[in-house]
């Protein structure tokens, strides 16, 4: 199937799919606002009691450790199984992994209860997953994504998953494709959350596609251009975070396609 941005962001705002979140204290409210932004539907629910009525009724589910806790934790679980049972994509984002035994140790669990259909994490976290002796300094990346690719090729082939990291350059790896984003801007990664919101758009595009490589890369490159619009208006961490929003909901499929920069290698 031939990658098209457009037609992706396109499907995405036509469906405006139901992605149900179980994710962190400090990103809720921001990736709720994000997936409004670029027309897809958020709910943010974790109690055990219902999080396998909430997944069954939607498009995709993203599962990000970012504030875990083992009452949490057993939501995950419970949402992941039913996730894979109804054949909705996980979209997993193993925020700090590396950073303590516990994390590192509730990702084990979490792997083993569902292959997610695409993992995003930063360059540490993608490491320190594939068992690279690296520490991740709290939430925030170490290493490079050029420096991961050994790490998500074998995490991949290990899970059958899409891996996808970010940085200056985002890396997507599936199996033996891979490709490179090249878009966004250093302000990013001042902005709490905005691995979380690529994650959590990646769960709005595998909603409405078949393919989690082709979602996984329209996720990064909608990421990176709306960076790169939002950075016109705003180049302080404060308005940047709102222009952010704005340019999610204002870019057109065309005009996304237009600036992307990706390249495929097989
Ligand atoms: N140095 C950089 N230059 C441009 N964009 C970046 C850079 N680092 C990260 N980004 C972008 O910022 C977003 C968040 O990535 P990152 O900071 O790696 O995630 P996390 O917040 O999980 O650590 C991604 O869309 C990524 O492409
Ligand atoms: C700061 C922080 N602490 C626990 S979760 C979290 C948010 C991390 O978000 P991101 O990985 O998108 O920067
Ligand atoms: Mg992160």
């Not at 083993?112 to 930063?122: F, H, V």
């Not at 990291?165 to 966004?184: M, P, R």
Request: aromatic share 6%; glycine share 8%; proline share 4%.
């Amino acid at each position: 199937m031939e990658f098209n941005l457009a037609n992706n962001l396109h499907s995405l705002r036509a469906s405006a799919p139901l992605v149900h979140n179980i994710t962190n204290y400090v990103v809720m409210n921001f990736t709720a606002n994000a997936l409004l932004a670029i027309g897809a539907s958020p709910v943010m629910s974790h109690a055990a009691e219902e999080v396998e009525d909430m997944v069954s009724i939607a498009g995709a589910l993203v599962v990000n450790i970012g504030t875990l806790s083992p009452e949490w934790v057993k939501g995950m679980k419970l949402a992941m199984r039913k996730a894979a049972q109804t054949g909705k994509p996980i979209i997993l984002d193993p925020v700090g992994a590396g950073a303590t035994p516990y994390r590192n140790a509730v990702l084990t669990e979490l792997l083993e209860t569902a292959a997610p259909a695409i993992i995003r994490g930063n360059a540490s976290e993608i490491m320190a997953l594939a068992g690279t002796n690296i520490q991740t300094k709290g939430v925030d990346s170490t290493a490079s994504s050029a420096d991961s690719m050994e790490a998500a090729k074998a995490l991949s082939l290990k899970y059958g998953s899409v891996i996808s990291v970010s940085g200056e350059t985002d890396v997507i790896v599936s199996g033996t494709q891979t490709a490179f984003v090249s878009n966004g801007v250093l302000l990013m990664t001042k902005i709490t959350g905005m691995g979380c919101t690529a994650s959590a758009l990646a769960g709005a595009f595998a909603a409405v596609s078949s393919d989690p490589f082709h979602a996984a890369v329209s996720a990064a490159a909608a990421m990176g251009v709306c960076g790169e619009l939002a950075y016109r208006h705003a180049k302080l961490p404060g308005s940047f975070q709102i222009a952010f929003l704005d340019a999610l909901a204002d870019i057109s499929p065309a005009h996304l396609a237009e600036l992307s920069k990706v390249k495929f290698a097989f």
